[in-house]
């Protein structure tokens, strides 16, 4: 007991001012009184720091994982644009230069710095490696429009549910790399350039261009404006597609690819009709020549309506018909006549020059007989080039049988009510010159949801100067003019309004379908 109690006695707490108390247990010793060695638990603040560096750590790693995650998308997410992960990335980097996992801030900086260094290397190897193609490529200069086109021939197209083909840009497909481009000649399409870039390792002097960006290939031109709608067309089904969520800032057009300023005023109303503001068509004269432009989201289209499933085309078609009409201020029910049964509404849409009636009298007189002849029929002729673009959906918006010569203005047809009918009038020579071109419009009418009710072709004319055969005389019967038959005129007329006439008021055959009243609406 005495011993017990020597040895409590001697028990203390040494208290020191340059550290933390150590713990002192009390023990007895058969070889000296004094107090056993104390033992001390390993506590400081140095672990402390240790703790919170590793949660640090973890919550980067975490947060470096999400935006890892994001990159991986299809395409960026209007909620985490590209400048807000540029954002994350440099505070997170700066953090790591600030937190310091041990005592010896200096060496723990320095592996941070040598981490960074080793980061930034590879992103100027990244850039180093940014590639730069031709956008038009000469080895498929004799096979300009097949497979993938001579228009960035290295890349291969998507198409999602039947919808347009395309390619997107980033998206899995280019391994989540942005579109670049380069150069801004209006005549040589092998001098502008494209190539695909790392958002994080961007040319040096690029200059990056935010939003959605559509990039348009036309073999022909923008002016025709049925050259530039089947051009534009994919777009408005890919936007469709997409439930119409994300409207193009910009648009960037290429003929063979050169780039083109602009494209015909009836195009641009019918985008403006479409997206809601008239297309901003980008030329890059801003910008030195050489300077490279990136996109933070693009589409490209190439192959116009290639690829489409009809249903597709028809539901693109419909948004354009009740995008218009809206825009116009029109109903998208016809209007009081045309929901009659004994309505029928024939519309004689005339050219000017190449393409026009040699007689137009004699054309409209056949048309108005006819008409006459049917109960309720309502003849109304109109030439193209004197209607703006808002008199020319009204003008289609009420007619039941349209009756024009093959050019341009018939692209109007996909404006009509749905199972309208077409006739079409060629001058004489295009059956044997014209190609697959002079049936674009029955086309159309197909894809649209029309009845193309076929065509009558003269065969009297003036004739070619040039050897039988020679592709020269297709210029010369592509601007001639167009005569008449009036006993097929009469007969094929009589025809078209008495099918309609029974369609219209037949319990067997369906009523012509108005445009329903989500017509607008997206997928």
């Not at 690819?257 to 985008?271: D, F, H, N, V, Y």
Request: hydrophobic fraction near 35%; include cysteine; charged fraction near 20%.
């Amino acid at each position: 007991m005495a011993e017990a109690s020597s040895s409590s006695s001697s028990c203390r707490v040494d208290i020191r001012s340059a550290s933390p108390a150590p713990i002192y247990t009390g023990g007895t010793s058969s070889k000296s009184n004094q107090p056993s060695r104390p033992a001390t638990i390993p506590f400081s603040i140095y672990t402390a720091k240790l703790f919170v560096y590793v949660v640090t750590t973890c919550v980067l790693l975490f947060i470096l994982s999400q935006i890892s995650l994001l990159r991986s998308q299809s395409a960026p997410s209007p909620r985490w644009p590209l400048s807000f992960v540029h954002q994350w990335q440099r505070v997170i980097l700066d953090a790591t230069y600030i937190v310091a996992p041990h005592p010896d801030t200096a060496t723990a900086t320095a592996t941070t710095t040598t981490t960074a260094d080793k980061l930034e290397a590879v992103a100027e190897r990244l850039r180093e490696a940014v590639t730069f193609l031709p956008l038009k490529d000469l080895r498929f200069a004799d096979q300009p429009t097949e497979g993938h086109t001579w228009f960035m021939s290295s890349l291969n197209d998507t198409s999602i549910g039947g919808g347009p083909q395309h390619l997107r840009f980033p998206s899995d497909s280019s391994k989540g790399r942005v579109l670049c481009l380069k150069g801004r000649d209006f005549h040589d399409g092998s001098r502008n350039y494209y190539a695909l870039a790392w958002p994080e390792a961007l040319p040096r002097d690029a200059i990056f261009m935010s939003g959605l960006t559509f990039v348009s290939y036309n073999h022909y031109d923008y002016d025709n404006i049925w050259h530039g709608l089947s051009t534009i067309f994919p777009f408005v089904a890919w936007h469709q597609g997409q439930g119409c969520r994300r409207l193009p800032e910009r648009w960037v057009l290429y003929h063979w690819g050169e780039l083109r300023p602009e494209m015909a005023p009836w195009l641009s109303k019918l985008m403006e009709a479409t997206f809601g503001k008239p297309p901003s068509v980008e030329v890059f004269d801003k910008i030195t020549e050489d300077t490279s432009v990136c996109f933070e989201d693009a589409v490209v289209t190439r192959h116009n309506e290639g690829g489409m499933s009809m249903e597709r085309r028809i539901e693109a078609y419909e948004l354009l018909r009740c995008s218009v009409r809206r825009y116009c201020n029109l109903s998208s029910e016809v209007d009081g006549d045309g929901n009659k049964v004994n309505t029928i509404r024939l519309t004689l849409l005339m050219r000017r020059g190449a393409r026009s009636f040699r007689n137009e009298s004699a054309v409209i007189g056949i048309f108005r007989r006819e008409c006459d002849k049917v109960e309720g029929c309502r003849l109304t002729v109109a030439h193209s080039d004197d209607l703006s673009f808002c008199d020319q959906v009204k003008l289609m918006s009420t007619t039941d049988v349209l009756a024009s010569p093959h050019g341009a203005q018939l692209t109007n047809l996909f404006i009509m009510d749905r199972n309208s009918s077409v006739m079409e009038f060629y001058p004489k020579g295009w059956l044997r010159y014209a190609g697959v071109g002079q049936y674009v419009y029955q086309w159309l009418s197909s894809w649209s949801g029309m009845r193309h009710q076929g065509a009558w072709r003269d065969s009297v004319g003036e004739g070619c100067p040039y050897p039988e055969g020679d592709i020269r005389c297709f210029d010369t019967y592509k601007n001639g003019k167009i005569g008449h038959n009036q006993t097929h005129f009469s007969d094929w007329t009589r025809k078209v309004l008495d099918e309609v006439k029974l369609r219209k008021t037949g319990d067997t055959v369906p009523k012509r379908q108005q445009d329903p009243t989500g017509a607008c609406a997206c997928n």
